[in-house]
């Protein structure tokens, strides 16, 4: 191999002398990597954009290059077109986080868009699966049926010929959202029905919409509304998070009956109070309960009470054989990925004679 002429190489008053042509490319990835790590600029907009919690965008030229620089060394991400974060701390982030900081940084942008469907339901903190976000893509509402040829492959337009826009005031901007009925239908038609039940059911909670509203949206739209009208039918507002609705949604797909929700037991003995997720009068006169478990439950020191998960599991047990002297005959568990499957769900459910009402 031809030997390279030496070449000085000086760095904070130190010289260095290489000969050998790959310790050049080590020392040249050093300096370069030191100081892409002290960018003032990129710095100040890093920080500020985490504390509003949101991406940032460069302003100048100069700061292009700089952001350019440090997402070919891994030290920034760019999810969406000229929205930038830092890698740490964009791997902290969940798929919903993600989504409203790339939604945030582009209402600083576009101040007149109004965001639709999934990027909406994000902005108002609805209940959904992680999963419904794919690539990073974000919804907008378009009042135009003609869409450009070339367009942003992650920016997916919802037409509707007028645009119900819902304001959401943030730190540094007003995010505009279409109204909670409109998000819902348009997810309701979008999406399957197990995955959008829990938007109902939580924006009912949070009292952001009525079944009539949702009702008044599908009616001025010329489209078949059968889904979300269904959805409507179904959701419940005493569903407490997106888990239990995703069971309760299975649950309804595989034909049973429409379980009770959070009916409460007391104790004739003690007085205390006991809350069940699901239950069923079966018209033998037996009753049977079905609890949805998370992980959290066990490990979440705001669910445990910063107790030992021993002491978690004999309550459980205690509050088990409460429940059976107030009458419930039987007792059944199940957890999200046993309702992602369905098989082991549904075959709880019959074993434990919970009728089906419709054959799947």
Not at 265 to 286: K, N, P
Not at 322 to 345: K, N, Y
């Amino acid at each position: 191999m031809k030997q390279l002429p030496a070449r000085v190489i000086h760095n904070g008053g130190r010289t260095f002398r290489p000969h050998n042509p790959f310790r050049l490319v080590q020392i040249l990835f050093i300096v370069d990597h030191r100081s892409m790590r002290t960018h003032p600029a990129i710095d100040a907009l890093s920080a500020r954009s985490r504390q509003r919690r949101r991406c940032f965008f460069p302003r100048t030229n100069a700061e292009r290059k700089a952001v350019a620089v440090r997402v070919r060394a891994g030290l920034i991400v760019r999810p969406h077109r000229n929205l930038y974060s830092c890698a740490q701390y964009w791997d902290t982030l969940d798929p919903k986080e993600r989504s409203r900081h790339i939604i945030r940084a582009l209402s600083l942008q576009y101040p007149n868009r109004v965001f639709a469907g999934l990027s909406a339901a994000a902005m108002l903190q609805l209940d959904y699966a992680w999963s419904l976000h794919c690539g990073d893509r974000v919804f907008i509402a378009s009042s135009s049926a003609i869409v450009a040829k070339r367009t942003y492959p992650l920016i997916r337009r919802i037409y509707m010929a007028s645009i119900p826009a819902y304001p959401i005031d943030e730190s540094d901007t007003t995010v505009c959202v279409t109204s909670p009925a409109r998000t819902l239908v348009d997810c309701g038609l979008r999406y399957p029905f197990e995955q959008v039940l829990p938007m109902v059911d939580s924006a009912l909670r949070m009292g952001l919409v009525t079944g009539d509203e949702i009702e008044d949206v599908c009616d001025s739209l010329y489209v078949d509304c059968g889904p979300v009208l269904r959805l409507a039918r179904y959701a419940d507002p005493l569903s407490e998070n997106g888990g239990e609705s995703f069971c309760r949604a299975t649950i309804i797909e595989e034909g049973f009956a429409v379980p009770e929700l959070q009916r409460v037991f007391t104790d004739a003995r003690t007085g205390s109070q006991y809350r069940v997720d699901f239950l069923w009068r079966l018209s033998d006169g037996r009753i049977v309960v079905l609890e949805y478990d998370g992980m959290r439950k066990y490990v979440d020191p705001a669910m445990t009470g910063s107790r030992d998960i021993r002491d978690v599991v004999r309550a459980e047990r205690e509050r088990e054989t409460a429940l059976r002297q107030c009458g419930v005959s039987m007792m059944l568990r199940t957890d999200f990925e046993e309702v992602r499957q369905r098989v082991p769900l549904t075959a709880k459910l019959l074993a434990a004679g919970v009728p089906q009402v419709r054959h799947v």
